[in-house]
């Protein structure tokens, strides 16, 4: 409408010059060298803009003449960008297909058409990855760290080539220059923290952790959580390197110990780990009420048998009488809770009082336990019986029960279980990733009519479950592979014979005057 509307305004306008001009005719008078040439106003301004125009063509032609090689130049340039781009889009389209054999060739394409730009080198190390060509995939990755726009990049590559090789030196290094070169990336501290971690560089990592969190790339919680994990597995390093040492140099080892990991307790005083290592380095340092005081306070908010375990030997050379009366102290914070009777019957078997002991272990094992008892309750059923009637039979019976007893909690992950915590996962180096639960195995829902029998040629083994305990070496079992929301839990059969008479006895030694045994 617009559009219109000027085009409107513009012939009006002129018209109304060409009446003006009609009304005001005059003449045009041009001498030059003797010569007179005369014509009307109207015609002479005619003949200036038409050669106006004509010197104006000339010029254009005589500017594109000159300009032609150069146009000619850019238009095969943008040409040549053009399919340059395009094999770059089909190289990457290729490369997202898992296609290694047009990968490499729009590959190529893409590096004669376009040089080395960053996007063509990614490309070209893409494909060599895919091809299988990782020395091939390090070398493009390794020209880009020759641009300061394309470095950050080429080590991005070249510690996921390190960490597809194994090689963690490598990784760790790459790692490092990637965090140094940008400090609020949130995979180059990740995988330097990792890394640290997972070959116990406590001290390294705790460093990384206060980087991260002046980059703002953990929150609060987590960074809380990571550095008690990370005081603690350093305060069990310089403890176990105080046992090694004897006088005043054990006693300053332990000291340092201790003060490390009761900077973990002050972070969380409800971890478990840290709280039972700094009451035994209490313990050890003189320090009995302050332990005794720190695993009190844990124990009314959460009983655990490690903390059972320090308590019961905070105070050395004790009898099993004096232990017994301060396990009930404890037991009495979380009265209530299974540890608490637990921690307790172990205590009363230490000072021998059987009555006690079954007493605490009652309501496991009579008649109105809503569970089944654990392996741990019947190993304690077995000693009692013993201990308290030189029954032998009984005994073996909670131990023949026991074999097939629910599992205890432990420290678990990914195809590890010990009763010992540690600061990574020892199979897959993962950081903080035990828990303390019972190894769970679900029963497979399957219809037996349609499940056939396995053949041996369908077994496949799968990744050994390793499990560990401070007295007892690794153990690795191979089983047919299942599926992954798959377990099944075939328990073994019941033993016809308990046993020879010979073997049934328990290997207990007296660790006190009133002959208590020692679990």
């Not at 760790?172 to 965090?179: Q, T, V, W």
Request: hydrophobic share 45%; net charge negative.
């Amino acid at each position: 409408m617009l559009r219109a509307l000027y085009t409107f305004l513009i012939i009006a306008v002129l018209a109304v010059v060409a009446v003006w001009l009609a009304d005001n005719p005059g003449d045009l008078v041009l001498h030059w060298r003797g010569y007179e040439v005369r014509t009307s106003f109207v015609i002479g301004i005619g003949l200036l803009v038409a050669v106006a125009f004509l010197v104006l063509f000339v010029y254009r032609l005589g500017v594109g003449f000159v300009r032609s090689p150069a146009s000619v130049s850019t238009f095969l340039e943008t040409r040549r960008r053009r399919r340059g781009f395009l094999a770059l889009s089909r190289g990457m389209v290729a490369v997202a297909a898992g296609d290694a054999a047009e990968a490499k060739r729009y590959s190529g394409q893409a590096r004669r058409l376009l040089d080395e730009t960053p996007l063509t080198l990614l490309l070209a190390a893409q494909a060599a990855q895919l091809d299988g060509r990782e020395e091939a995939a390090t070398g493009y990755f390794e020209a880009m760290l020759g641009s300061p726009e394309t470095a950050f990049l080429g080590l991005r590559g070249l510690f996921v080539q390190a960490r597809r090789a194994g090689d963690r030196t490598r990784a760790l290094e790459i790692a490092r220059r990637a965090f140094e070169m940008r400090p609020k990336t949130a995979w180059a501290a990740q995988a330097v923290f990792e890394i640290e971690t997972s070959e116990e560089d406590w001290g390294a990592a705790l460093k990384t952790l206060d980087r991260s969190l002046s980059a703002k790339l953990l929150t609060r919680n987590e960074a809380r959580r990571r550095r008690t994990v990370l005081l603690t597995g350093q305060a069990i390093v310089a403890a176990e390197a105080a046992h090694m040492q004897v006088g005043d140099a054990r006693k300053a080892a332990n000291e340092k110990a201790l003060a490390e990991v009761l900077q973990a307790v002050s972070l969380d005083h409800s971890f478990v780990p840290a709280v039972a290592l700094a009451a035994r380095l209490c313990g050890e340092t003189g320090r009995v009420r302050k332990g005794a005081k720190l695993i009190e306070d844990a124990w009314a908010q959460a009983p655990h048998p490690e903390l059972a375990d320090a308590y019961l030997g905070l105070v050395e050379g004790e009898s099993g009488y004096d232990r017994f009366k301060r396990m009930k102290l404890l037991a009495g914070r979380n009265r209530d809770h299974p540890e608490s009777r637990v921690a307790l019957a172990r205590a009363a078997i230490g000072a021998r009082d059987w009555l006690a002991a079954r007493g605490a272990l009652e309501p496991f094992i009579g008649e109105n336990a809503a569970e089944r008892p654990t392996q741990r309750i019947c190993e304690l059923m077995a000693e009692i019986e013993e201990g308290e009637h030189g029954n032998r039979g009984s005994a073996r019976e909670w131990l023949g029960r026991a074999l097939h007893a629910p599992e205890d909690p432990a420290w678990t992950g990914e195809g590890w279980r010990s009763a010992v915590w540690s600061p990574i996962n020892p199979v897959t180096g993962e950081f903080d990733a035990l828990e303390w639960r019972v190894p769970g195995l679900r029963l497979l829902p399957v219809e037996r009519a349609a499940m056939p029998a396995p053949t041996p040629a369908e077994e496949v083994a799968v990744p050994a479950v390793q499990e560990a305990s401070p007295r007892e070496p690794v153990i690795q079992v191979t089983r047919p592979q299942l599926e992954e929301d798959e377990a099944i839990a075939f328990p073994p059969p019941l033993p016809d014979d308990p046993g020879p008479e010979g073997l049934d006895e328990l290997d207990a030694e007296p660790d006190d005057a009133q002959g208590g045994r020692r679990w």
